[in-house]
């Protein structure tokens, strides 16, 4: 991927295509290293750093700028001799992965494995149930960002079809929500049990997602980002970006497969 210069949970999603693309066709994928990420809460070397070794797209792959093979557009293929070893190079491939049914799945084992070659679990014998809401860069007001915006009344709904799958059956229940604002937003969800966690550090609330038994996402390479390395029970709602199978697609209203839900918490439910 090209690179681009928005946040981080984007440029990570076109890094992933990237992967996904070269998988599919039998090539070896070819790591851009992020330069610029927007919304540095540190320098942005740090910044950049940071997230990279975070996502860990790049491990045990091919970096760009290893060799002097030439670097050229996706558009600009059929043009060149066939014999010279070429890196092909795009933006990103989501239109692809949009296509196909198996552009995702064929490397989550791979993803997620970069993912936790430096980390360590962090285990917990609570059920912990993750909401991203987004809000700080998107309202219902704005309507040039107003197809990115949940409302809260799709989340409330959705919690509390939650809340009565899990009854009293969940042995200890931690609910969060993640997001921006001012916590009067979010008193409709705080009503319910939620703790709110607003304004975080964008990693410590990505790791927070990840690390979830159950994630409710919001639309946004963010939210998707995390839940393309989630192992858990993944509520998507809906957007541009085609669902992973696996996930479970929430109405517009919040509602969901109830049964299908249930057996999915079942083992969780017997964790304990």
């Not at 599919?24 to 320098?43: C, K, Q």
């Not at 304004?199 to 609330?205: G, K, W, Y």
Request: glycine residues 6%.
């Amino acid at each position: 991927a090209t690179g681009k210069d928005d946040g981080a949970g984007s440029q990570a999603q076109a890094a992933m295509s990237a992967l996904c693309f070269a998988k599919a066709h039998g090539l070896p994928y070819v790591h851009r290293p992020f330069t610029t990420i927007a919304n540095a809460e540190t320098d942005m070397a740090t910044w950049v750093r940071t997230w990279e070794e975070y996502f860990n797209i790049g491990a045990f792959e091919r970096q760009l700028g290893d060799d002097d093979t030439p670097v050229i557009a996706l558009d600009r293929l059929p043009l060149m001799p066939r014999a010279d070893p070429v890196i092909v190079a795009a933006e990103h491939y989501l239109r692809y992965c949009n296509r196909n049914g198996d552009a995702w799945e064929r490397v989550l084992p791979l993803l997620r494995a970069k993912f936790w070659e430096n980390k360590q679990r962090q285990k917990t014998p609570e059920i912990r149930l993750a909401i991203h809401m987004r809000r700080g860069d998107v309202s219902a007001a704005d309507k040039t960002v107003a197809k990115n915006f949940t409302p809260n009344a799709t989340f409330v709904n959705t919690l509390t079809r939650l809340k009565a799958l899990l009854g009293s059956k969940a042995p200890a229940l931690r609910i969060e929500i993640f997001s921006q604002g001012d916590p009067q937003m979010f008193a409709d969800l705080a009503a319910l049990g939620a703790r709110l966690r607003l304004d975080e550090p964008a990693l410590a609330t990505h790791r927070a997602l990840v690390e979830a038994d159950i994630l409710v996402m919001s639309k946004g390479a963010y939210s998707y980002t995390a839940a393309v390395v989630h192992e858990g029970l993944t509520l998507y709602d809906p957007q541009k970006y085609r669902p992973l199978q696996g996930w479970i697609a929430r109405a517009p209203d919040g509602s969901f497969d109830e049964a299908l839900v249930a057996r999915r918490l079942a083992p969780l439910l017997g964790r304990g």
